[in-house]
Each structure stands twice: as structure tokens, then as C-alpha cells.
């Protein structure tokens, strides 16, 4: 994925975490780059799951998938099988994470802390400290924040790109629109 795809992909995916009601849009979409690598993981593809969300209701309401995953367990990462949700879109799985971390917010206090933070850095903090076994996930989260977070300000999509940088949109667009479509 180039750089221009990378940056495209982040806009998309905002616009879809805001739709989908989360206070801090921007932040999620960065947590979502991290645990689907900007889009590109196989679970992100085969089930619209850009957050690592884990199937684990006794009757789910979406398909579930089974993947490996990494997991830091005793100081190190191994590879372990997990059951994955598999959404019928992004904006379906940006809503249920939401969800979980609503209902969940009583059981653990890290996602009720992440629901009433003041500020995007303070959710990812939060609710990195019980959503991934990666001790360091909150870091990454906001060094990609950090990194791209002139994609989410509001007067970004004004910017009138070069022509080959349109060009590579349109490009990428179709692509998109082509993956999507089946």
C-alpha cells in the first residue's frame, strides 16, 4: 500500500467512525490502521473487522471467522487460533465496538474510563489497557495518530491534490469500489 493509498484509506475510514457515532473518530481510526494494518489484514478484508473485535457470543448475530492471531501472553507473542466477528460492513463494526465497550463499561474499568475520557489520547490509553495483549498497543495507536492526524482535520478534504495524486485516487476508488461490491 503506497503512502497516497494510506492516507485515502484513513479519510474513508474517519468518515465512517464518525458516522457511526464514536466521540473520538479520529483516534479509532487510528486504533483501526493498527489492528488491520491500514486496511490490509486478511480479516479486515474477508469481514469488514478493522478492530481485532473476537466473536464470543454463545449466538452471534454476525458470521464468525477463525484466524490466527498474535497475543502477548508471559512476555511474549505467540500465535494462537481465535473466533472473529465477521461484519457486514465498517460501519456496522465501528458501532459494535462501541456497543461492547457500553456494555462492558460496569465489568471493567479501563472501557469506562475510555467512554467518559476527555480527550482522544486518554481513550486510547483506556481502552488499550484491556483491549489487545500488545503492552505497547496504546503507543502505536498514537504514534499513527500522530503521524496522520492532519488526514482528519476538518479543512484537509479542501486541499486540491497534484493530478497525479487524483489520478491514483480514482485509481484507488475503483479498486475500493470493486473490492466492496463483492
Known amino acids: 500500500m503506497t503512502e497516497a493509498d494510506r492516507l485515502v484509506w484513513l479519510k ?18 487510528a486504533e483501526a490502521a493498527l489492528e488491520s494494518g491500514f486496511g490490509a489484514s486478511k480479516l479486515s478484508k474477508d469481514g469488514n473487522n478493522l478492530l481485532g473485535i473476537k466473536q464470543s457470543l454463545k449466538s452471534p448475530r454476525y458470521d464468525t471467522l477463525e484466524m490466527p492471531t498474535k ?4 512476555g511474549e507473542f505467540i500465535t494462537v487460533m481465535a473466533r472473529w466477528i465477521k461484519y457486514p460492513d465498517i460501519q456496522t463494526c465501528f ?28 481513550f486510547v ?3 488499550s489497557k484491556r483491549w489487545a495483549t500488545d503492552p505497547k498497543r496504546a ?32 485509481g484507488f476508488f475503483a479498486k475500493l469500489h470493486a473490492y466492496l461490491k463483492n
Open 12 to 29: 474513508l475510514v474517519y468518515q465512517e467512525a464518525k458516522v457511526s457515532g464514536h466521540s473520538w473518530p479520529d483516534y479509532v481510526t
Open 71 to 74: 497475543e502477548f501472553i508471559n
Open 95 to 122: 458501532k459494535d465496538r462501541l456497543a461492547i465497550l457500553k456494555r462492558l463499561a460496569s465489568t471493567y474499568p479501563e472501557y469506562m474510563a475510555a467512554l467518559t475520557s476527555t480527550n482522544g489520547e486518554a
Open 125 to 127: 490509553k483506556n481502552v
Open 139 to 170: 503507543e502505536k495507536v498514537l504514534t499513527i495518530y500522530n503521524r496522520y492526524e492532519f488526514v482528519f482535520d476538518s479543512n484537509a478534504g479542501n486541499v486540491v491534490p497534484d493530478k497525479s495524486f487524483r489520478d491514483k485516487l480514482k
